[in-house]
């Protein structure tokens, strides 16, 4: 059977072609009982608009990219955060008809490959995921003048709207905690130096410690469980006083307590632990682990509620989002 044109929708409603392009179309210059007549005889004929065409009518792709500035084996990893990003802007945006396309960026060659493929005008916008300090594309992608939205602030300085937590508060809050909890040798497992969420949450355990005069106790680790086991046995190695640590987050809080197990000490009788972001793993550790909670979904969400907004032409206000101190047994 061959596919019902618009000139056959026409010709049964009675109106000309260009009437029925605009109905399909979505344009508001048609009264409601011509656009009802449209639409029934759209119905009896079974005519599907052809994407294509209604694009280089509308201009739009009806795609947004979700960039990933990160490997394919970190994304796919045990972090639970991708999966809770791209599920949850995944249905926002499915909400509203248009079509999540995932982008990975992990190296230079991607970076060229996600660059060209934007410039190429086959989305609407770009929501950027895991930036880190020496990335290329949140300047590229701003030249290209197509509207970004960043998920956490940027980690160079350029004018993109970003969705973030207050890292600096949920950290201070994890670690005023652990000093209203008496212990005294607060040690750190921060996260990667070149990323924002690494660099706010690390400032945020040295204010706490700078106005109570103890000194910082520092080691770095990549955001991965393995990274804070192995930033836990330096600590330790450093100074075996250690009596509590804040992680910057969960999968690093996971790895630093294996460590501290393997090293006999008791969580949280010798050493307490905090950690940050509250993934579903957290409630499951033995003991479960105290964690300042972020909530991936909505944050997401709201990256996809601002993309939409730039879109109409709405304000590119930068939006925060409010982080809680869960308390468990681990502290």
């Known amino acids: 059977m061959r596919r019902p044109t618009l000139e056959a929708v026409a010709a049964r409603a009675g109106v000309s072609r260009s009437t029925v392009s605009r109905v399909v179309n979505g344009q508001t210059t048609v009264t409601a009982d011509i656009r009802d007549l449209v639409m029934r005889a759209v119905n009896e004929l079974g005519y599907v608009p052809n994407g294509a065409a209604r694009n280089l009518v509308t201009q739009r792709t009806n795609s947004v990219a979700l960039v990933v500035s990160e490997s394919p084996n970190r994304v796919f990893s045990d972090d639970?955060?991708?999966?809770?990003?791209?599920?949850?802007?995944?249905?926002?945006?499915?909400?509203?008809?248009?079509?999540?396309?995932?982008?990975?960026?992990?190296?230079?060659?991607?970076?060229?490959?996600?660059?060209?493929?934007?410039?190429?005008?086959?989305?609407?916008?770009?929501?950027?995921?895991?930036?880190?300090?020496?990335?290329?594309?949140?300047v590229a992608l701003t030249r290209l003048r197509v509207p970004v939205v960043s998920y956490g602030r940027p980690a160079v300085p350029v004018a993109m709207p970003y969705v973030d937590n207050d890292n600096v508060d949920g950290a201070a809050t994890a670690v005023r905690h652990l000093l209203e909890r008496g212990r005294r040798r607060i040690a750190t497992i921060a996260g990667p130096l070149d990323m924002i969420g690494g660099q706010d949450r690390l400032a945020g355990y040295r204010e706490v410690l700078r106005d109570s005069d103890r000194r910082s106790i520092i080691a770095v680790g990549d955001f991965t469980r393995e990274s804070?086991?192995?930033?836990?046995?330096?600590?330790?190695?450093?100074?075996?006083?250690?009596?509590?640590?804040?992680?910057?987050?969960?999968?690093?809080?996971?790895?630093?307590?294996?460590?501290?197990?393997?090293?006999?000490?008791?969580?949280?009788?010798?050493?307490?632990?905090?950690g940050y972001d509250d993934i579903e793993a957290a409630r499951y550790t033995d003991p479960p682990l105290t964690t300042i909670h972020t909530p991936h979904a909505e944050q997401a969400a709201a990256m996809v509620r601002l993309l939409l907004s730039l879109f109409d032409g709405g304000p590119a206000e930068p939006m925060i989002v409010t982080t809680d101190l869960v308390v468990r047994a681990s502290s």
């Open 80 to 138: 639970p955060m991708f999966s809770t990003v791209i599920r949850s802007a995944s249905l926002e945006l499915e909400a509203v008809n248009k079509q999540v396309v995932l982008l990975l960026a992990g190296s230079p060659e991607s970076h060229a490959r996600v660059e060209h493929y934007i410039a190429g005008g086959h989305v609407d916008g770009v929501m950027l995921v895991s930036s880190h300090g020496a990335d290329p594309l949140p």
């Open 228 to 274: 804070g086991a192995v930033a836990m046995r330096q600590l330790l190695a450093d100074d075996p006083e250690i009596d509590a640590v804040f992680a910057a987050n969960d999968l690093m809080a996971i790895g630093a307590m294996h460590a501290l197990r393997q090293a006999g000490r008791r969580i949280p009788e010798e050493v307490a632990i905090v």
